[in-house]
């Protein structure tokens, strides 16, 4: 079974840093992260592919860096400069070559002073 896990959220304070973490069952050609906060619908925050191309939603340029070790199957996405509306659940993509996506169960970040 295709399994994704999220860590690494929690609560931080506003210009502070965190960085998630999600690892895979298995490999995918696309990797990426979607955020889903009170009252908004599920954004995109940032997305790679296998050979490293990054694409940012505008809301997170600048701030955000999503990378990937394929040798682990694990993604990341370092967070830095947060703000309150950074609050959200964060989720875990993978999408395989057939287009097939595959979604973690998300992580909580809560930016708040």
């Known amino acids: 079974q295709v399994q994704l896990v999220e860590s690494g959220g929690g609560l931080v304070q506003p210009g502070g840093s965190l960085r998630l973490s999600c690892v895979g069952s298995?490999?995918?050609?696309?990797m990426g992260w979607s955020r889903q906060g009170p009252g908004k619908e599920r954004e995109l925050v940032a997305s790679?592919?296998?050979?490293?191309?990054?694409t940012y939603g505008d809301s997170v340029k600048g701030r955000f860096t999503i990378s990937r070790d394929n040798a682990k199957d694990t993604l990341y996405l370092q967070m830095n400069s947060l703000k309150p509306e950074d609050t959200a659940v964060y989720y875990c993509?993978?999408?395989?070559?057939?287009?097939?996506?595959?979604w973690g169960k998300g992580t909580l970040v809560t930016v708040s002073s």
């Open positions: 993509n993978g999408r395989t070559m057939l287009g097939i996506d595959y």
């Open positions: 790679i592919t296998g050979g490293g191309t990054t």
């Open positions: 298995r490999s995918f050609l696309h």
